[in-house]
Antibody, heavy 122, light 111 residues
Framework: QVQLVESGGGTVQPGGSLRLSCATS????????MHWVRQAPGKGLEWVAVISYDGGRIHYADSAKDRFTISRDNTKSTLFLQMNSLRPEDTAVYYC???????????????WGQGTLVTVSS | QSVLTQPPSASGTPGQRVTISCSGSNSNIGSNTVIWLQQHPGTAPKLLIYNNNERPSGVPGRFSGSKSGTSASLTISGLQSEDEADYYC????????????FGSGTKVTVL
């Protein structure tokens, strides 16, 4: 079965950095795009970034541009999110999601991981 | 402020039909397909509907989706207690450099 497992979350001071990982299994990782989506405590879902199956197309939310970098290693079936210059408002559970099911745009979020909590606080 | 507009809450008694709306624009729902997600407290979102009206294997048949123009809707026919959760719509938005947009979420309460 399809599995996505996030890791790398934790507590970091404002201005610090974290690197999140999303290890996947149960499907052909290299054939599908991947999203990062976050959810602040008590709030709704907020899209962060998406990367195409081969890494050739990447899109970021305005809140992530110039601070976050999405990348993937198709040989290890793993997705990454490098987060720099972290702010308190980045505090959230970060989810990865694949684009397994058909979507006209090619970017429909399908299977989701369980999430990893990032807390930015001094 | 979410790009896609959903009512904050909806409710019904067991067995009733509940419909949640999702309103967007030409650049998102009007041009692309819609997904619906279910999220129980403390858990990850789960895909209920993709490609406007298709259900992944394992999703009960009481969940159905539709789309017309720049709006979409999720209907729960025969509401059950375990359907009490938050529901989100989402779609790709073609404006500017492109982004994936979510609705603000609808809390469904089973009375």
């Amino acid at each position: 079965q399809v599995q996505l497992v996030e890791s790398g979350g934790g507590t970091v001071q404002p201005g610090g950095s974290l690197r999140l990982s999303c290890a996947t299994s149960g499907y052909t990782f290299a054939s599908y795009g991947m999203h990062w989506v976050r959810q602040a405590p008590g709030k709704g879902l907020e899209w962060v970034a998406v990367i195409s199956y081969d890494g050739g197309r990447i899109h970021y939310a305005d809140s992530a541009k110039d601070r976050f970098t999405i990348s993937r290693d198709n040989t290890k079936s793993t997705l990454f999110l490098q987060m720099n210059s972290l702010r308190p408002e980045d505090t959230a559970v970060y989810y990865c999601a694949n684009t397994y099911f058909y979507d006209r745009s090619g970017y429909g979020a399908s299977y989701w991981g369980q999430g990893t909590l990032v807390t930015v606080s001094s | 402020q979410s790009v896609l507009t959903q009512p904050p809450s909806a409710s019904g008694t067991p067995g009733q039909r509940v419909t949640i709306s999702c309103s967007g624009s030409n650049s998102n729902i009007g041009s692309n397909t819609v997904i619906w997600l279910q999220q129980h407290p403390g858990t990850a979102p789960k895909l209920l509907i993709y490609n406007n009206n298709e259900r992944p294997s394992g999703v009960p048949g009481r969940f159905s989706g539709s789309k017309s123009g720049t709006s979409a809707s999720l209907t729960i026919s025969g509401l059950q207690s375990e359907d009490e959760a938050d529901y989100y719509c989402a779609a790709w938005d073609d404006s500017l450099s492109g982004s994936y947009v979510f609705g603000s979420g609808t809390k469904v309460t089973v009375l």
